[in-house]
């Protein structure tokens, strides 16, 4: 069975930092396409960045441009968003979310999500 648990959330003053963890069980990472989305009250969930498990792709949503920065582990299966530079607009349930293709099947997991709130 497969799980996700992210950790490192928590409250950050603006123009703070924190790093978030996403461990994984039941999934080798380097076989996935690593992702963190978040979710804030009232707004849809939205794709934050992406590690695309061939060629080592990143992908950000332009808000967090220059800010974020995803990365992975793969022997610790383990992947990472760094955040730096928090704004109140980053306020959010973060989600780590991966994906895998398995002879032609796709197979997608999320976390149970970690809050971060960004406010002084």
């Known amino acids: 069975q497969v799980q996700l648990v992210e950790s490192g959330g928590g409250l950050v003053q603006p123009g703070g930092s924190l790093r978030l963890s996403c461990a994984a069980s039941g999934l080798a990472i380097d076989s996935a396409t690593m992702s963190w989305f978040r979710q804030a009250p009232g707004k849809e969930r939205e794709l934050v960045a992406e590690?695309?498990?061939?060629?080592?792709?990143?992908n950000y949503a332009d808000s967090v441009k220059g800010r974020f920065t995803i990365s992975r582990d793969n022997a610790k299966n383990l992947a990472y968003l760094q955040m730096s530079s928090l704004k109140p607009e980053d306020t959010a349930v973060y989600y780590c979310?991966?994906?895998?293709?398995?002879?032609?099947?796709?197979?997608?997991?999320w976390g149970q999500g970690t809050q971060v709130t960004v406010d002084s």
């Open positions: 979310h991966a994906v895998n293709n398995i002879l032609g099947r796709v197979y997608s997991y």
């Open positions: 590690s695309t498990r061939t060629a080592g792709i990143t």
